[in-house]
């Protein structure tokens, strides 16, 4: 049995010489939750069949600091029997789904990671991946890769290459690759079609409202939803909550976004107009402070305030503490007060759907770890031939993703005829 252990939070954690968990009891309710994933998760499990039986990662080290949610169990799974050994953290403090961790220790797994997780924590459990020395690393934000090039430079001539899962961590890479600080080839995950253009729209649009519902319960239809961003997950946000029956508002500072937000139906105008008069603000940027007090301020009362991009940056929560204290008046909902208004913030500022609800649904999460699979299989075949560099996956590779989902979901598609390839490939022929 494991033994329980007092650590720095004041929580019991369930701890073995290959796991920290929150309590190994959850993990049958974890298995049951892997095995609902892999039913929606087909794609993923046929590239799992391919890989048991040629186990293209055989005697391969891949650690990994993503989102430890069920969906992530399945990749595990299919590393796992690709022939990889896995060692998992979590990227941020507040995604861990405690009955996945505790199943994927039951099956042997590396897994330090825990829901609510202190910052000491997060560093420690990363560096427990890095004590695992991988030859792949997977990160979703950077985390790890900026850890391993910072503090433990001497791992990376063992390390073949990695694979980046979101936006905010392929901004922080090409920062890297800029400052020549990048020391070996990254697979920018989140570039595949089948990744940005299926999780950050379809997922983030529908699990950023399932987060904001489950920490509010608030009615959608009839309010003006402010979105910050109109890029990938902010239009699927907008289009969602525009589905509820909201009045959507867009704040953009690119140009041809704010035209396309525009073209699209929605309202646009700067943050100093949209504050008075959003009702729910939700920023998708991957930027700073993008609602600044000063804004907050502008706010009407009763307000709820939502951040579904990588970091808790979004929401200038720092400042508000300076002004005013925090009351948890239910999971994931604090109130503040400014003058008299009360402002609420959910998830402490983190990214919504995973903090308040589950992330993504596993059907939009299998395209995305097809991704990721078949990106450690790449780096593999590749070993030795790529350099230092953000790395983007062949077009084919990223077709094949969306042939295996349309397989799955018993989708039949046109092929051009013979014809019509070679029409498509010349340029005589005219009017
Ligand atoms: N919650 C999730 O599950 C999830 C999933 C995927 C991506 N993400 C994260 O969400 C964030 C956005 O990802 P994306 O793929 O949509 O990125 P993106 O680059 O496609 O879009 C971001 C948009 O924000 C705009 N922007 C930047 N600063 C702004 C400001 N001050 N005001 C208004 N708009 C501003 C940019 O112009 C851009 O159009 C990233 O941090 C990404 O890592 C979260």
């Not at 391919?50 to 949610?69: D, Q, W």
């Not at 402002?343 to 596993?362: D, K, T, V, Y």
Request: aromatic residues 6%; hydrophobic residues 40%.
């Amino acid at each position: 049995m494991p033994k329980h252990i007092k650590i720095v939070t004041g929580d019991f954690m369930d701890k073995g010489a290959n796991y920290e968990v929150k309590d190994m009891g959850l993990a049958e309710q974890g298995m049951l939750n892997l095995e609902i994933a892999e039913s929606r998760m087909e794609a993923l499990m046929r590239v799992k069949a391919r890989f048991s039986r040629e186990k293209p990662l055989k005697g391969i080290r891949v650690g990994m600091a993503l989102h430890v949610t069920k969906e992530t169990g399945v990749l595990v799974r299919a590393l796992v029997a690709g022939g990889a050994e896995v060692a998992i953290t979590g990227c941020n403090p507040l995604s861990t789904q405690d009955d996945v961790t505790a199943a994927l220790a039951k099956e042997g797994i590396k897994v330090w990671a825990y829901k609510g997780e202190t910052t000491e924590d997060y560093y420690r459990y990363l560096n427990k991946v890095i004590e695992f020395k991988p030859h792949i690393t997977i990160d979703d934000g950077c985390d790890l890769v900026s850890m391993i090039h910072q503090k433990h430079p001497e791992l990376i001539k063992s390390i073949m290459g990695g694979c980046e899962e979101t936006t905010t961590g392929i901004i922080r890479l090409k920062a890297m690759e800029k400052d020549n600080a990048l020391k070996y080839p990254m697979i920018a995950v989140n570039d595949n079609k089948t990744k940005h253009l299926l999780d950050n729209y379809y997922g983030t649009g529908q699990s950023t409202i399932d987060g904001i519902l489950r920490a509010t319960n608030v009615l959608f239809a009839g309010k003006n939803v402010v979105v910050v961003g109109y890029g990938s997950c902010g239009k699927g946000v907008a289009l969602r909550a525009q589905g509820m029956g909201s009045s959507v508002i867009v704040t953009e500072v690119d140009a041809f976004r704010a035209l396309q937000a525009s073209l699209d139906g929605f309202r646009i105008m700067p943050m100093r107009e949209a504050a008075k008069i959003g009702d729910i603000f939700i920023t998708v940027t991957g930027n700073k402070n993008v609602i600044s007090v000063e804004s907050m301020k502008l706010m009407k009362d009763n307000v709820i305030l939502a951040n579904s991009g990588h970091f808790d940056a979004e929401i200038d929560l720092k400042g508000l503490k300076m002004i005013s204290k925090p009351r948890r008046v239910r999971p994931f909902l604090d109130e503040y007060k400014i003058g008299g208004k009360k402002i609420f913030i959910c998830g402490e500022g983190r990214l919504i759907n995973l903090a308040a609800a589950e992330g993504h649904p596993s059907e939009v999460m299998s395209t995305s770890f097809c991704g990721q699979a078949l990106a450690c299989e790449y780096v593999v075949r590749n070993h030795g031939k790529m350099k230092p560099a953000v790395i983007q996956l062949p077009a084919e590779i990223d077709n094949h993703i969306a042939e295996l989902q349309l397989e799955a979901m018993g989708i039949e598609k046109d092929i051009l005829t013979e014809e019509q390839k070679k029409y498509l490939e010349t340029w005589e022929e005219g009017t």
